[in-house]
């Protein structure tokens, strides 16, 4: 019985991605501009987070906040999820791929995400945007945008409890969220490649094990994930056009040409630099 009570009053957190969504392999399935592959693509993503929806809700959460992190952050369709969950959609937001996340939140979930920029075997591998930036290092660690992200939730002291993506994507998560159910949807052959489940397939495994990781997430010790501080932010951009205007922002410092360094006790402070960093490499081509 107090098993059942914990369950009931679970917050679960979805923050929900395109290229590790299974069947997804080329960047004209993930841009919205002009591909006539994108809408698909949106069906296959909005179909993967419902089933994650469903996964949360058969694991004990009472109340499911879904934030559209792909992109322009507007592909999942909100009338084909549970109409009880509400979705954080568009973009700009401070927080990014983890608007919306607080304290209130019991859990956290990772749908259709991808490795880091620079890894092999990995579909669409990045970290936040390609365009703009080559690796990003947090107190030496290499960092993907699931440790980024997870160390937010961190912040919040919420814990990553589920990812999903292909098998790099999944094996990164392993190595600093050991507790994590990590389902792999699709096998990477290369950048462009992947042997993916099917449609319905990737969308059975996501939707069990979503609610084995909530019902398992106090026996698995899942905790919330942080660094230790000082944090130190070290952020490769890809040319020194980017770097000299993000050398800009009041306390970074300049490294190499292309690298730069931002460091703070505190977390969030950090991925703000972060963003902002992020953002003025990005005024420049």
Request: with cysteine; proline share 5%; charged share 20%.
């Amino acid at each position: 019985m107090r098993r059942a009570r914990y369950y009931s009053v679970v917050k679960l957190y979805i923050s929900a991605d395109m290229e590790g969504v299974a069947g997804i392999t080329s960047t004209e399935q993930t841009n919205p501009v002009g591909q006539p592959e994108y809408a698909r693509s949106c069906q296959l993503m909005t179909a993967e987070v419902n089933a994650a929806c469903e996964g949360g809700s058969a694991g004990g959460a009472t109340d499911i906040v879904v934030n559209d992190s792909h992109w322009n952050m507007r592909n999942v369709m909100h009338e084909a999820l549970p109409p009880a969950v509400q979705l954080i959609r568009g973009s700009p937001k401070p927080l990014s791929m983890n608007e919306g996340l607080d304290s209130s939140f019991t859990a956290v979930a990772f749908v259709g995400y991808h490795a880091p920029g620079g890894t092999s075997d990995a579909a669409l591998d990045h970290t936040y945007t390609g365009e703009t930036i080559y690796d990003v290092r947090i107190n030496g660690q290499p960092c993907s945008e699931a440790r980024i992200n997870a160390a937010v939730a961190g912040s919040f002291g919420v814990p990553v409890v589920f990812i999903s993506g292909d098998q790099s994507a999944c094996a990164d998560a392993r190595t600093f969220l050991p507790w994590v159910e990590a389902v792999q949807v699709k096998r990477a052959i290369g950048r462009y490649a992947a042997e993916s489940l099917s449609p319905s397939a990737a969308c059975e495994a996501i939707r069990a094990g979503l609610q084995r990781a909530l019902r398992e997430m106090r026996t698995r010790n899942a905790a919330p994930y942080r660094f230790a501080p000082p944090i130190v932010l070290e952020l490769t951009l890809t040319s020194t056009a980017k770097a000299d205007m993000a050398a800009l922002l009041p306390g970074s410092q300049r490294l190499t040409g292309r690298t730069l360094r931002y460091a703070n006790d505190d977390f969030l402070t950090v991925f703000r630099a972060f963003r902002a960093l992020t953002a003025l490499g990005a005024s420049v081509s």
